[in-house]
């Protein structure tokens, strides 16, 4: 019985020590450099960079920030779309819509009930007008 209660010890006593996960902050988006209030925030390549880019946006405004190097230091802010009666909140989803390798972006307006999608132009995140 020893002999069993030592080989236990011994077999998962270092997975529990392995098991301790910790997690750092770092804040790169805050209030001097962000909308107010986001209802959604995506992470996705909205320029094909490989890098993971931040697209967030609230009830007005779709915006993105672009993380050039891929450390998560991102960038200024761009626009994408801005309507005073738009109406989002989380009716968000990016794919690509129009078959030519990039990113697109499709959203639900709640308050016109209707589909409206971003088409990114060059790949790059530039995008069009509804």
């Known amino acids: 019985m020893k002999y069993l209660l030592i080989l236990f010890v011994f077999a998962f006593w270092p997975f529990s020590l392995c098991s301790q996960v910790s997690f750092q902050e770092h804040i790169v ?46 960038g200024v802010s761009k626009n994408i779309f801005f309507d005073s009666n738009f109406d989002i909140q989380s009716d968000l989803t990016v794919g690509d819509l129009d078959g030519d390798g990039d990113l697109d972006i499709l959203f639900y307006e709640r308050n016109q009930d ?3 999608w971003l088409e990114n132009l060059d790949g790059l995140g530039n995008f069009s007008s509804e």
């Open 29 to 74: 988006i805050n209030e001097e450099n962000c909308i107010v209030s986001p209802d959604f925030v995506f992470l996705d390549d909205i320029n094909g960079d490989g890098h993971n880019d931040v697209l967030f946006g609230n009830e007005h405004t779709i915006s993105w920030y672009d993380n050039a190097d891929g450390t998560g230091a991102l």
């Open 114 to 116: 209707k589909f409206s």
